[in-house]
């Protein structure tokens, strides 16, 4: 397809452009083709180009169940031999789930083609700070800034010096002097460059300015027998390093602590057909599940029916039955911390029916109730293998901070997390909820109980929330001298 030139634009045009493809990643040129084909395809609505397009949301893009969150990097490839890996290190970025943009300086070119480049990335190559193309829109400012990471590989001495002392006479330069992103180099030179006093007065001034180095490595050069420090790292090492800056590990105060959670409702059976059971969701559970293997907790879920998908790393036990939600209960213990957010029914019928109960004239049958196992008092007063940290829930409708200090007393759990669930509050099956933390001072049984009283959450939020107080109060057990 020809090349497009547009001329003679009113800064209303041009700022709609520039903002647009600004925002889609794409140059102006690509996004004035998109904009034709739309129109060609019969747009539904007007397009309105004098109109600045609002700011993007701040809320972030779901993501698909796991898969790692998108990222983007500007990929600058200088002119040294080296400049062939990067050819493997635009596949290795993007098994990564990371966009590349590539820009080639005028000596990267004459190892690696712009058309090699550019099929690997699926991406436009950028060559030329004049381009009037991508300079419509200032496009070195664009690749500057509209990344996540800028990565130099190879990093030749000369665009080094350039770094360092502040130069911007082509493309490569110019965007990363005119960058506000973090910036890894990987360094690839004759062994005897690298060494050069001038060359480590450069590295020296770019590491005190914060710029990240990769390599170089010891080994062969391409030049017959040169050998010493000036290869290239390999691609999958700098992809690494690419993905470290990109994604820095999340903290896993957890790690190493089995957590046992109970969610959902029991579905007691009356009948083949019929069963006693209650609203609860399941949600909060599988949101407090989420939130312990994200914080590198070993995590088994033991949930009762509902209608979700099981949480990513967590071991998800499915029941119907309160008696079925303890026999599995017993059967994951020993655990560190157990979190019983299930509703278990408090009763079943004393024997259920084998066939489905038919009206008759006689009128209702006799439904004979008795009481199901207390689950959370059951492993709160193990003299055994009891969880170091035990934590129930209090679902009430009146009453709530009295109930559920009763509970505390009455279970003999640690914590109790207490909730409204009246039918105004929209909390059961619902999304947010209003808990308030129970527990005793100092850990102390008969001692004075605290309430700890948390605003409106989304039940994610509430998850987050409690899984931070156990890893504060797991942190501050560790710190407590051996008595």
Same mark, same amino acid.
């Given at each position: 397809?020809?090349?497009?030139?547009i001329?003679?634009?009113?800064?209303?045009?041009?700022?709609?452009?520039?903002?647009?493809?600004?925002?889609?990643?794409?140059?102006?040129?690509?996004?004035?083709?998109?904009?034709?084909?739309?129109?060609?395809?019969?747009?539904?609505?007007p397009?309105?180009?004098?109109?600045?397009?609002?700011?993007?949301?701040?809320?972030?893009?779901?993501?698909?169940?796991?898969?790692?969150?998108?990222?983007s990097?500007?990929?600058?490839?200088s002119?040294?031999?080296?400049?062939?890996?990067?050819?493997?290190?635009?596949?290795?970025?993007?098994?990564?789930?990371i966009?590349?943009?590539?820009?080639?300086?005028?000596?990267?070119?004459?190892?690696?083609?712009?058309?090699?480049?550019?099929?690997?990335?699926?991406?436009?190559?950028?060559?030329?700070?004049?381009?009037?193309?991508?300079?419509?829109?200032? !496009?070195?400012?664009?690749?500057? *800034?509209?990344?996540?990471? $800028?990565?130099? @590989?190879? +990093?030749?001495?000369? %665009? =080094?010096?350039?770094?360092?002392?502040?130069?911007?006479?082509?493309?490569?330069?110019?965007?990363?002097?005119?960058t506000?992103?973090?910036?890894?180099?990987a360094?690839?030179?004759?062994?005897?460059?690298?060494?050069?006093?001038?060359?480590?007065?450069n590295?020296?001034?770019?590491?005190r300015?914060?710029?990240?180095?990769?390599?170089?490595?010891?080994?062969?050069?391409?030049?017959a !027998?040169?050998?010493?420090?000036? *290869?290239?790292?390999?691609? $999958?090492?700098? @992809?690494t +390093?690419?993905?470290? %800056? =990109?994604?820095?590990?999340?903290?896993?105060p957890?790690?190493?602590?089995?957590?046992?959670?109970?969610?959902?409702?029991?579905?007691e059976?009356?009948?083949?057909?019929?069963?006693?059971?209650?609203?609860?969701?399941?949600?909060?559970?599988?949101?407090?599940?989420?939130?312990?293997?994200?914080?590198?907790?070993?995590?088994?879920?033991?949930?009762?029916?509902?209608?979700?998908?099981?949480?990513?790393?967590?071991?998800?036990?499915?029941?119907?039955?309160?008696?079925?939600?303890?026999?599995?209960?017993?059967?994951?213990?020993?655990?560190?911390?157990?979190?019983?957010?299930?509703?278990?029914?408090?009763?079943?019928?004393?024997?259920?029916?084998?066939?489905?109960?038919?009206?008759?004239?006689?009128?209702?049958?006799?439904?004979?109730?008795?009481?199901?196992?207390?689950?959370?008092?059951t492993?709160?007063?193990?003299?055994?293998?009891?969880?170091?940290?035990?934590?129930?829930f209090?679902?009430?409708?009146?009453?709530?901070?009295?109930?559920a200090?009763?509970?505390?007393a009455?279970?003999?759990?640690?914590?109790?997390?207490?909730?409204?669930?009246s039918?105004?509050?929209?909390?059961?099956?619902?999304?947010?909820?209003?808990?308030?933390?129970?527990s005793?001072?100092?850990?102390?049984?008969?001692?004075?109980?605290?309430?700890?009283?948390?605003?409106?959450m989304t039940?994610?939020?509430?998850?987050?929330?409690l899984?931070?107080?156990?890893?504060?109060?797991?942190?501050?057990?560790?710190?407590?001298?051996?008595?």
């Open positions: 397809m020809a090349s497009l030139t001329r003679k634009l009113d800064d209303g045009v041009k700022t709609y452009l520039r903002l647009r493809s600004a925002k889609n990643r794409r140059s102006v040129e690509e996004e004035v083709r998109v904009i034709l084909r739309e129109l060609i395809e019969g747009r539904q609505e397009l309105t180009p004098f109109a600045v397009p609002p700011a993007q949301s701040t809320a972030p893009t779901p993501q698909r169940s796991g898969a790692l969150p998108e990222a990097v500007t990929l600058i490839i002119g040294g031999i080296a400049a062939y890996k990067s050819l493997d290190l635009i596949r290795r970025l993007k098994e990564r789930r966009e590349v943009r590539c820009v080639l300086t005028k000596a990267a070119q004459q190892f690696v083609t712009p058309l090699a480049v550019s099929a690997l990335s699926h991406e436009r190559v950028y060559t030329d700070l004049f381009d009037p193309q991508s300079e419509f829109d200032a !496009g070195h400012i664009r690749l500057a *800034r509209d990344c996540d990471l $800028i990565v130099v @590989a190879p +990093a030749t001495a000369d %665009l =080094l010096a350039k770094m360092a002392n502040g130069h911007a006479d082509d493309l490569a330069s110019a965007i990363l002097l005119a506000n992103r973090k910036v890894l180099l360094p690839a030179m004759n062994p005897l460059m690298w060494n050069n006093a001038a060359t480590r007065r590295i020296a001034q770019l590491q300015d914060g710029v990240v180095l990769i390599g170089p490595n010891s080994g062969e050069m391409a030049e !027998g040169e050998a010493g420090i000036g *290869r290239m790292s390999e691609a $999958i090492e700098i @992809a +390093a690419a993905e470290r %800056l =990109l994604r820095p590990p999340v903290p896993r957890l790690a190493g602590k089995r957590v046992l959670i109970t969610a959902g409702p029991t579905h059976p009356i009948d083949p057909v019929r069963y006693i059971a209650n609203r609860s969701s399941g949600k909060q559970g599988f949101a407090i599940a989420a939130a312990a293997q994200a914080a590198g907790a070993d995590v088994i879920l033991v949930s009762g029916p509902v209608d979700l998908s099981d949480p990513q790393g967590v071991t998800v036990k499915r029941v119907e039955s309160a008696r079925q939600m303890l026999d599995q209960v017993q059967a994951a213990l020993p655990v560190d911390i157990a979190i019983f957010a299930a509703a278990v029914a408090d009763w079943r019928v004393a024997s259920e029916g084998e066939q489905k109960l038919k009206k008759t004239s006689a009128g209702m049958p006799p439904l004979q109730l008795i009481e199901n196992p207390d689950i959370l008092a492993i709160s007063k193990l003299t055994d293998r009891r969880p170091p940290l035990v934590i129930g209090a679902a009430e409708t009146e009453h709530l901070i009295d109930n200090k009763s509970k505390l009455r279970k003999g759990c640690d914590w109790i997390v207490a909730n409204d669930v039918p105004a509050t929209g909390v059961m099956g619902g999304d947010r909820n209003t808990v308030h933390l129970i005793r001072k100092n850990g102390e049984e008969g001692g004075e109980i605290a309430v700890d009283s948390w605003p409106v039940k994610e939020q509430v998850a987050i929330e899984v931070a107080h156990v890893v504060k109060s797991v942190t501050d057990k560790s710190r407590e001298p051996a008595s």
